[in-house]
């Protein structure tokens, strides 16, 4: 019954079954989601690309760790693991590494992935990320499974583009390629990724540039500023495309990892308070008069086809130009999540509420919940640039 409902779960397909087995369906779904906001190094996959002295690799992991990442694609080695462990560091397990490739070496790959059954070391399995033109069918069927082998940890495929990813059915955690600061369509994307969130109930990751600026200069900020506006989507994670750098030949940070080690710190503080929240329901924009590359549009204009504040919307933006993304948290009160449009100036945010006893905001630096003052049914709160700041809301 338990490799019916893998199948089943994998393909989408809920035909025939007993609401007792649709429950099953949901219940080890959900236990594969990821457990933490996935900051992921990687030197690269489909091959072992990380050092195989073991010393090295505890010394890199150490490096990465003092960076922020929380979790290292690689493939996957007891030793390595026991290494990962020791500095809660998981492993995105590579299944595009020959030895237990995915389907050239589906033998190996079941061995393995049954062996790391409730292994708390693993973040997930790494079953794709490139072009999925034509290979649909395929990726399903490595997603169907990886799942039935270990139906205990997030299946992901990635595709340069996402406008094909939709193609796969059953995989717990997609992503994509995108550039977008040299080559656009950043909303567009967002947008398709947030309409699979929203439609199959699972989380997506990025891979994107390290250096879309000038490093030691703005670098941080439109890197972060690519993280921070695609977190109210519903993103549950993100990589670096590795082109060098991050790491130097001594396993120490370079100036490019000195400027991730930024960005990875603004979402490292929030990253564990982000997972505790459902998936968006919606995503808003107000109108901006300052442009991502902070230059000074004609006239106020909301970015991208995002949608505007419904008129009927229980609260408003009074000041301030950013991003809402809309949820909730296992507590059922409303979160909203806030990005800033402009990466290089922090937005003092007045929030209307035309119904709420409480609000309150999540001190990333301190790690708690704080009150925000209402008055006149009005909240302030300011939110950083190239950060996410969450505003939570009991209603009346």
Not at 35 to 63: C, M, Q, S, W
Not at 193 to 215: C, E, H, I, S, W
Not at 274 to 287: N, R
Not at 301 to 307: D, V
Request: aromatic share 10%; charged share 25%.
């Amino acid at each position: 019954m338990k490799t019916l409902i893998v199948i089943c779960a994998a393909l989408g397909l809920g035909v025939g079954l007993t609401p007792l087995g649709e429950t099953a369906i949901a219940q080890e779904k959900e236990s594969r989601q990821p457990k933490r906001f996935a900051i992921i190094f990687n030197k690269g996959y489909a091959g072992d690309h990380l050092p195989k002295d073991l010393g090295e690799f505890e010394k890199l992991v150490k490096t990465v760790k003092a960076a922020h990442f929380n979790v290292i694609l690689c493939a996957y080695d007891e030793q390595r693991a026991a290494i990962c462990k020791k500095h809660d560091m998981q492993i995105f397990v590579d299944l595009l590494v020959g030895d237990h490739h995915v389907y050239k070496n589906p033998d190996a790959c079941k061995k393995l992935c049954e062996k790391l059954k409730n292994e708390p070391t693993v973040y997930g399995y790494h079953l794709w990320s490139d072009n999925i033109a034509g290979t649909a069918a395929g990726r399903s069927r490595d997603v169907k499974n990886v799942q039935e082998w270990d139906g205990t940890h997030p299946a992901y495929i990635g595709s340069y583009r996402m406008s094909k990813v939709s193609g796969v059915v059953g995989m717990d955690l997609f992503g994509y390629y995108d550039f977008h600061w040299t080559r656009g369509g950043h909303w567009q994307y967002l947008n398709s990724a947030f309409n699979v969130t929203k439609a199959r109930q699972v989380g997506f990751l990025r891979y994107d540039a390290a250096n879309p600026g000038l490093v030691g200069k703005g670098n941080p900020n439109r890197a972060g500023y690519t993280v921070a506006t695609s977190i109210p989507f519903g993103l549950r994670g993100y990589m670096y495309h590795y082109a060098g750098g991050i790491v130097d030949a001594n396993l120490q940070l370079d100036a490019l990892g000195k400027d991730v080690q930024k960005v990875n710190a603004k979402f490292a503080s929030v990253g564990a308070e982000l997972m505790k929240l459902g998936h968006p329901t919606a995503v808003y924009s107000t109108p901006i008069t300052i442009d991502a590359k902070n230059q000074k549009l004609d006239a106020a204009t909301i970015p991208g086809g995002l949608p505007a504040l419904p008129k009927d919307s229980w609260f408003e933006v009074k000041a301030g130009e950013v991003l809402i993304g809309l949820c909730r948290d296992n507590a059922n009160r409303d979160v909203l999540i806030l990005a800033c449009h402009n990466p290089y100036q922090a937005q003092a945010v007045t929030l209307q509420l035309k119904t709420a006893k409480k609000a309150e905001v999540f001190d990333r630096a301190q790690g708690v919940w704080k009150s925000l003052p209402i008055a006149d049914r009005q909240t302030r709160v300011t939110v950083e640039d190239y950060a996410v700041e969450l505003v939570r809301i009991e209603r009346e």
